[in-house]
């Protein structure tokens, strides 16, 4: 398997729709109840440059991007992640590519601290997320509700191993 990792195009979102759309029918990866209607609207405020899919033989495998968590100078090298990986390409190592990538990317432009907030539930992402260096900060308890029911997501954040070299 040859994995390219890129900077996703507006010409990727339908397939990045549909593997959103795939990590929404698991009711363990997003609040959001659906799919954004366009490219525009996902992408949103999201750093471009950290904004990456893994595609192989023109299909693509999976997505991340950071969003900053916070428009206020002081943080503007903290953002969080998301990674969502097709259904098909899972256990075949395609997040460990694309968060890799993503944290080298990010560091490259700026950002000193990535957080993600994963359903308690989602042991595969939190065992990713671990991998790659980041840290249980906190449970984040009865944050919003799914279907009715109110759910806990964890937060971890990876701070860069550049932060206090300057």
Known sequence: MT?????????DW????????AGIATRNATFEPKAPLSYEQWIGQA???????AEEDY????????????????YSGVGEDSIYIHPEATGKGVGNLLLHHLIVQSEAEGFWTLEAKIFMENEA??????K???KVVGIREKIAKM????????????????????
């Open 47 to 53: 750093n471009l440059s950290c904004s990456l899919v």
């Open 14 to 21: 339908e397939q990045v729709k549909s593997i959103y759309e």
């Open 125 to 130: 992402s939190i065992r990713l997320h671990k």
């Open 147 to 166: 279907d009715g029911i109110w759910k806990d997501t964890l937060l971890l954040e990876r701070r860069s191993r550049l932060v206090g070299r300057d």
């Open 59 to 74: 299909t693509i495998l999976g997505w991340c991007k950071v969003t900053p968590v916070s428009y206020r100078e002081v």
């Open 132 to 134: 790659n260096g980041f």
């Open 3 to 11: 994995i390219k990792i890129r900077k996703v195009t507006k010409d």
